[in-house]
């Protein structure tokens, strides 16, 4: 996280910061709460949550265009003054938005933009248990784990507030993925644990059910294995969730970084700038990849 302590903080010999005791105020000091369409969230939200020091809008999330009440709904809603589908009252720190609440992973646009029905005065979290981006049954996202050897959602994706990659490329969010990657944002770069040439034969075990990334053998290899065999792997389309029910490829199959894909053989298959996405019809049709 980015911290600027110099406001309202002091350090010990151990460098560690100890907090300034705040000014005792009467009450007749603080302005009314700013609310309703129009306010900026660093007037209302940012009256009781960490802003300036913890700065929640420095993510890919807010990048993205996203605020505060895309996701968690409006002050009332968050408040409690509403019911949510449960029949309950809000939670505080437990009824949070999920991330498989836009990441469906289903349609030609595998990701929403608004966390709740907007019908819904109480924003009550929608839940996709069966999208491949879900959280674990009950838990929330900072302590999921995914099955791809248990390794927890924020090692590779950042805390809830401040998804990978950071727009600011100096920021120290993005330290941690471009010292294992070489770029920042999500780490997605198979050769970070694994080594080259770990998967032969193609694999879907990956986190969130993924392929191996820029990888010579899943582009094509030199043996009998081709990633078409995968597509229809018990019956369900596996490309669809990030390239796209038309497998024309959506936001989610974006290269991070300029990219020329080549294949086991060395043949140069596309090149591709930073931001370009990865349609299944790059190498071939589009027809193709719905052969069974």
């Known amino acids: 996280m980015l911290h600027d302590f110099k406001h309202n903080t002091n350090f010990v010999a151990d460098n560690q910061p100890v907090l300034i005791e705040p000014p005792l105020m009467d009450g007749s000091e603080l302005p ?17 949550h960490p802003g ?25 809603a968050t408040g409690g003054e509403f019911v949510l589908d449960t029949g309950l009252v809000r939670e505080p720190w437990v009824d949070e938005p999920k991330c498989s609440s836009c990441h469906s992973g289903h349609g030609n646009d595998p990701v929403g933009m608004l966390a709740y029905d907007p019908d819904d005065p ?47 490329l100096n920021a120290n969010d993005n330290v941690t993925a471009i010292q294992l990657q070489g770029h920042a944002g999500t780490i997605s770069e198979c050769r970070v644990c694994h080594e080259a040439n770990s998967f032969p034969n193609g694999t879907l075990n990956g986190p969130h059910g993924m392929h191996p990334v820029n990888d010579p053998n899943w582009i094509k290899s030199k043996g009998d294995f081709y990633h078409e065999d995968f597509v229809w792997l018990n019956g369900e389309d596996q490309c669809a969730a990030c390239h796209g029910a038309d497998h024309r490829g959506t936001r989610l199959s974006r290269v991070p970084v300029d990219r020329v894909l080549k294949d086991a053989d060395g043949v140069v298959r596309a090149t591709l700038a930073a931001g370009e996405i990865v349609s299944c019809g790059l190498c071939h049709s589009i027809d193709k990849s719905f052969e069974g």
């Open 122 to 168: 109480a924003a009550t979290p929608i839940e996709m248990a069966d999208s491949r981006f879900a959280e674990n049954p009950g838990t929330l996202y900072r302590n999921s784990l995914d099955n791809h050897a248990g390794i927890a959602c924020e090692a590779c994706h950042g805390s809830p507030h401040a998804i990978w990659p950071n727009r600011d």
């Open 32 to 48: 009314l709460i700013a609310t309703g369409e129009g306010i900026p969230m660093e007037q209302n939200c940012f009256n009781c």
């Open 52 to 76: 300036k020091i913890t700065q929640c809008f420095r993510g890919a999330m807010y990048t993205a265009g996203q605020k505060c009440d895309d996701c968690h709904g409006g002050m009332l």
